[in-house]
């Protein structure tokens, strides 16, 4: 993983560059908060973001906006998921995300703005030496999660009494292309889904519209669910 102030700087060389030039490692940041609140991870000097999930009846199923700074840390994050009616709204505040709307401390931070603790449930992020969160644990509870050599996340196992619920991605060979990808999920080895997605990138190898395929094996027959993502972004 390069160094924030060599990613900054190839940021900025790459913007007057073509689509021919090498694509920036995702950071530790952007890895690990995709990977906590589910959206896709990009890269870059994204300024600000809104991913949007869309379902077969052209329904919004939940949308990601949030924030970067320069440093890439997520200055406001929010997530809404309309199918389930739930919602959060995070603002950064020294080490601590605070909720938006009552200012409650919900998320302890590490390092720059990397995530620490979660208090309310009792969990506690790891971070390897390069910043990546490579463990989560609580009381009852353990996440270990993997990722390719630019940051890439390749999911996750968890563990929770006799319950282990494992997620194994696969990306694309072409390193402009991350975000084609293919899951699994196993609970206890036994098949629980798929998923499948293929995107339209723009020229800082970002998605701008991906057709995902999820495929829930926990029923039978499988049923299949398709959704269109769309990606709004805006650079430094």
């Known amino acids: 993983m390069k160094k924030l102030a060599v990613t900054i700087a190839l940021a900025a060389l790459l913007a007057g560059c073509d689509n021919s030039s090498a694509p920036l490692s995702i950071t530790p940041e952007m890895a690990s908060f995709s ?11 994204v300024k600000d973001f809104t991913q949007t999930l869309i379902n077969e009846k052209g329904e919004v199923s939940k949308r990601v906006t ?19 009616n739930t919602g959060m709204a995070l603002v950064l505040d020294a080490n601590f995300y605070r909720d938006a709307e009552t200012q409650q401390q919900k998320i302890k931070l590490q390092g720059k703005c990397q995530l620490a603790e ?10 390897d030496d390069q910043g990546f969160i490579v463990r989560a644990h609580g009381k009852e509870m353990e996440v270990k999660y993997r990722y390719d050599a630019d940051g890439y996340p390749l999911g996750k196992t968890t563990v929770s009494g006799d319950q282990q619920l494992s997620i194994a991605a696969t990306p694309s060979k072409d390193k402009r292309k991350k975000l084609d990808y293919s899951a699994v999920s196993l609970l206890n080895d036994k098949p629980l889904g798929s998923v499948k997605q293929s995107c339209e ?4 190898h970002n998605p701008v519209s ?10 039978k027959p499988a049923v299949e669910h398709r959704y269109t993502i769309k990606n ?4 430094y």
């Not at 970067?68 to 406001?76: A, H, K, L, R």
């Not at 991906?210 to 029923?219: F, H, M, R, T």
């Open 232 to 235: 709004s972004i805006d650079y």
């Open 210 to 219: 991906c057709e995902l395929v999820i495929q829930d094996k926990s029923v």
């Open 35 to 45: 990977n906590e609140f589910d959206f896709d991870p990009l890269r870059g000097p």
């Open 118 to 127: 979660l208090p309310a449930a009792g969990v506690s992020w790891d971070t």
């Open 66 to 84: 949030g924030t970067v700074s320069t440093e890439g840390c997520f200055d406001t994050l929010e997530l809404h998921d309309l199918e389930a």
């Open 201 to 204: 990138y723009d020229r800082h």
